[in-house]
């Protein structure tokens, strides 16, 4: 025995080329069939829009001329400062507010936390246009704290800017109580033990433990507000901002090269903050030790006291808000007859709402969710765990990334171009339900996507070898074992999906027909057409239905984790 | 000799640059335990990979019972497996994961539940069918993870370091349990470990391996008493490493010492690495009666319970220390203390002589 002779054609040997049993090509058709997906409701329609920029209205290529045009333009190109500043603006105060907020919730000894975080959440379940409709209610013409302006409108940035802190502040939240809740109480005690002083521990250790969430949730919100078109549409006033530009050269102008130039600016800043922000977050990920002590605050009063003032100001804002969005709601003519009726409710008097849209956005709401999450998870799940076509993995993966730097708009103009196209087999579904699932599906991939890799990634990752060397084909071990297990995620994306149907404006604004009309959309028409507390009745609706969600979601996971605790660890 | 059940050819794997598996050949016979064994990174798991067809490699050929398999997908190859992580699946009970590649073969229901029940018997965990892995220990998750495997009868089994998640006292006893299991079932097992102690009272042969290549393949004794090179005599066991001098054939120069030994195919003159294990090293008493010998000073005796460790220096030896094992009870009827000179004997057959130049050797 021993070592066999070696033979000597090793220098010439073949590469081995391994063959594809069923496994491997239905899970290779299966990546096909998700990159086809992701390319036809995402790259395409992107690239169209791009090639869009460079026609003229017939077509034609024109080069540059349609940018020359808009960067010449005052009147154009004046509103990428005033979206730059006001967003920065915006993220400065946000990220202020955000991080005090979640520093008394993480760190702090305060009272009635659970209630605390419950409301910092509540802006999620709301349409962006709710806080300006709310704001209008309060500092507007007619508004019933209109003197805490000094004389300033609330029309225009003042409004914008505190409209975008409302709604992108649980946002911001989210990350920061993260990146602050894995803090390693050994350094506290090293500090401290070396005489550090309060300040000195917060700037060298609070600090630097949560800089990469504070980058990531600056960035997150400064994309948020600058793609956001609900506020400043309803409040902005004569305040041009790149994304109120898009809608106004689209459906406005009909000018729909000039549409697809403002995109592509708007699409700059996004691109950049994605970056940014992937980047702090694997930072963020990598810098929690798996050793980590963690870090239970103890009580300091004056600290104390501080913070549960900081946390009460502004829940009561956040209340006071969407208090004021359901009372505007109620009031039978506001400022004049403020007794309560429901009539507003009844949207048959209204211009450009009715309960059909609501009819249409709960459809709408309940596809995205089910396909969606279906979808994702699928495809999170061939990413991760396909044993073939490595490269195709790594295209898919990419593939899923992109809408978190795509805006809302521009996705929506961009389905414009590519379903509308005549020569397009798919022009049917234009003006369909079917073009808002999938538009709502894309626009909301990146985060589902990535919740679901998060959640593979906790899963043996041999799993698939094991259940091969059984003989059982994947889609057995995926039905049974690995989306069992990754069911509580599962649930959290359909929620994500559902909620984020429920309230999104942006990329659908171009794409619903008289038969496809949306709750959202609804607001912020009703709006348009001065018909505001229609317009706050049904914001209500969507926040009263979320919230309901919300609530279900609760009680199907702790039903979840009741069941299945018998098999968690731990449990 | 019959043709071996697993014959590998010439195995190679890169990742990119780096080949982790270079030019390998093995032949594994039919019922025969083998241990891979080797320090981390050395490419254990690749080969294991290779073999199982979860990671293909990228040249060389792989042939089980006489059929190539070589480029197969796993799920058309003829293997259990077990990882050191278990794998077991969380969600489904003892009884559900060892069912889980019968239910897939259109048995009936009865005749798998008795199956199932056979192996909870086999791995002595008969009443824990309903329960869910969590529930149990490590060693037991171990053994459903086994069973799971055997459950389908595969022939060729594939351990991954089974045991190295667990802690000391139910290694050895799950390394019995594994073992008399092998026997029993007479099926061809390949574990990977990088015990050697492990590797040694498990195996029927060893694969040593290093850097990706072969270093020695050969039964436990053969390993531990005629190791190929450098590396495998430093790797198994303890080993002292003298620089020495070969004189004329047959006989090197240690310090002032001459010692008869077997020659390999060294020259006269050429500088040599002499290679002596502790156990080796006999203690002959303060006068002299012994060919080959030296005398030499107890510099440090280290009390272990059934042994002694001694420290040798001095005398003979000069500057070199030689590290020997002297069973307690010769230790006791001679009345070693520190400090002591007296006489030690190294059978010539015991040392092996290797080049200059470690660790290329
Ligand atoms: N997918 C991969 N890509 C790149 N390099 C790899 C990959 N898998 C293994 N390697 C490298 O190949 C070498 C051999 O790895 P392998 O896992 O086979 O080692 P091992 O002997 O099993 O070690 P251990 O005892 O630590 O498990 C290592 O250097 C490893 O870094
Ligand atoms: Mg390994």
């Known amino acids: 025995m021993g070592i066999p002779m070696a033979d000597t054609v090793v220098m010439t040997a073949p590469r081995v080329r391994p063959r594809l049993g069923r496994d491997e090509w239905l899970m290779g058709g299966g990546l096909l069939a998700l990159a086809l997906y992701l390319a036809v409701t995402l790259l395409v329609p992107l690239v169209i829009m791009l090639a869009k920029s460079v026609q003229d209205r017939e077509g034609a290529f024109v080069g540059l001329s349609n940018f020359a045009h808009y960067f010449t333009n005052p009147a154009l190109s004046g509103a990428i400062g005033n979206s730059l500043w006001v967003s920065v603006l915006a993220t400065l105060i946000v990220i202020a507010l955000a991080f005090g907020y979640a520093y008394a919730l993480t760190r702090g000894c305060i009272p009635f936390k659970g209630f605390f975080r419950l409301v910092a959440m509540a802006p999620l379940l709301a349409p962006s246009l709710l806080s300006a409709i709310a704001l209008i209610y309060l500092f507007g013409n007619q508004g019933a704290l209109k003197d805490w302006l000094f004389g300033e409108s609330i029309y225009g940035p003042i409004g914008i800017v505190m409209g975008s802190v409302f709604w992108t502040f649980p946002h911001a939240l989210i990350i920061l109580i993260t990146a602050l809740s894995t803090a390693d109480a050994r350094l506290y005690e090293a500090s401290e033990s070396l005489g550090a002083s309060r300040w000195r521990t917060f700037t060298t250790v609070t600090l630097p433990g949560a800089r990469y969430g504070l980058i990531s949730a600056t960035f997150v919100v400064f994309t948020l507000v600058i793609t956001d078109f609900g506020v400043p549409k309803v409040i902005g006033g004569q305040f041009n901002m790149l994304a109120t530009d898009i809608y106004k050269q689209v459906v406005g102008q009909q000018n729909f090269q000039m549409g697809a130039v403002v995109s592509l600016v708007l699409l700059l800043p996004a691109v950049v903050a994605f970056f940014v922000e992937r980047w702090a977050q694997t930072r963020q990920s990598s810098a929690v030790s798996s050793r980590a002590v963690p870090y239970r605050p103890k009580p300091r009063s004056a600290r104390d006291l501080v913070l549960l003032g900081l946390v009460s100001v502004v829940a009561a804002m956040i209340l006071g808000i969407l208090g004021m969005a359901a009372f505007a709601s109620l009031a039978k003519l506001w400022p004049y007859n403020l007794s309560l009726t429901l009539s507003h409710y009844d949207f048959s008097a209204a211009d450009g709402g009715s309960w059909a849209s609501y009819g249409n956005s709960i459809r709408l709401a309940l596809y995205t969710a089910f396909f969606g999450s279906m979808i994702v998870f699928a495809g999170a799940y061939l990413v991760e765990k396909a044993r073939v076509a490595q490269p195709l993995r790594t295209a898919t993966h990419l593939l899923a990334l992109i809408p978190m730097a795509v805006p809302g708009m521009v996705l929506g103009l961009a389905y414009i171009f590519f379903f509308n196209a005549p020569g397009n087999p798919l022009n049917f579904l234009y003006g369909s339900m079917a073009i808002l699932v999938l538009a709502t599906i894309a626009h909301f991939y990146t985060v589902s996507h990535l919740t679901a890799l998060t959640a593979l990634k906790q899963l043996d990752p041999e799993f698939e070898s094991v259940s091969a060397s059984l003989k059982t084909p994947f889609y057995r071990t995926l039905w049974r074992v690995t989306t069992p297990m990754c069911l509580p995620a599962i649930l959290d994306i359909a929620i994500y999906f559902f909620i984020n149907a429920m309230t999104t404006v942006s990329a659908v604004v171009f794409l619903y027909s008289p038969n496809t009309t949306l709750a959202s959309v609804a607001v912020l028409n009703m709006d348009d057409a001065g018909d505001t507390a229609p317009a706050a009745a049904m914001a209500m609706l969507i926040v009263l239905t979320a919230g309901a969600v919300r609530l279900l979601h609760t009680a199907l996971s702790h039903w979840l984790h009741r069941r299945t605790q018998g098999w968690r660890r731990g449990g | ?361």
């Open chain 2, 1 to 361: 000799m019959t043709t071996p059940y697993l014959r590998i050819r010439n195995l190679t794997k890169r990742f990119g640059d780096f080949t982790a598996l270079d030019d390998v050949s093995i032949d594994i016979h039919q019922g025969e335990f083998v241990c891979f064994l080797g320090p981390s990174g050395c490419g254990k798991t690749t080969l294991l990979r290779a073999i199982s067809g979860l990671d293909i490699q990228t040249h060389g050929t792989v042939e089980q019972d006489g059929r190539d398999i070589s480029a197969l997908p796993p799920a058309q190859r003829d293997f259990g497996i077990v990882f050191q992580s278990y794998a077991l699946f969380q969600n489904l009970t003892v009884a559900r994961n060892i069912a889980y590649g019968l239910e897939n073969r259109k048995q009936p229901k009865a005749a798998i539940r008795q199956r199932v029940q056979e192996l909870l018997e086999l791995i002595g965990l008969p009443d824990s069918g309903n329960k869910y892995p969590s529930q149990l220990s490590g060693g037991q998750q171990q053994r459903v993870a086994l069973a799971r495997a055997l459950a389908v009868s595969p022939g060729l089994l594939l351990l991954d370091e089974p045991l190295s998640a667990l802690d000391a006292k139910v290694r050895v006893y799950l390394r019995d349990e594994i073992k008399a299991l092998q026997r029993r079932l007479g099926i061809t097992t390949i574990m990977i470990t990088h015990d050697q102690e492990e590797a040694i009272s498990m195996a029927d042969r060893i694969v040593v391996m290093r850097a990706g290549k072969i270093e020695q393949v050969g039964t436990p004794l053969e390993i531990y008493h005629q190791p190929a090179s450098l590396f495998v005599a430093e790797f198994i066991g303890a080993m002292n490493l003298l620089p020495a001098l070969l004189v004329q054939q047959g006989e090197i120069q240690l310090g002032q010492a001459r010692l008869a030994c077997k020659v390999n195919g060294f020259a006269p003159g050429t500088a040599v690495q002499a290679a002596v294990r502790p156990e080796d090293v006999v203690c002959t008493g303060r006068t002299n009666g012994h060919a080959n010998s030296f005398h030499a000073e107890v510099q440090d005796l280290e009390f272990m319970g059934p042994f002694f460790w001694l420290s040798l220096g001095g005398g003979e030896l000069g500057e070199h220390r030689l590290r020997a094992q002297l069973p307690s009870q010769q230790a006791r009827e001679l009345n070693l203390h520190p400090r002591d000179s007296t006489h030690f004997h190294i059978p010539a057959e015991h040392i092996r002589l290797f080049p200059d130049g470690y660790p290329h050797g």
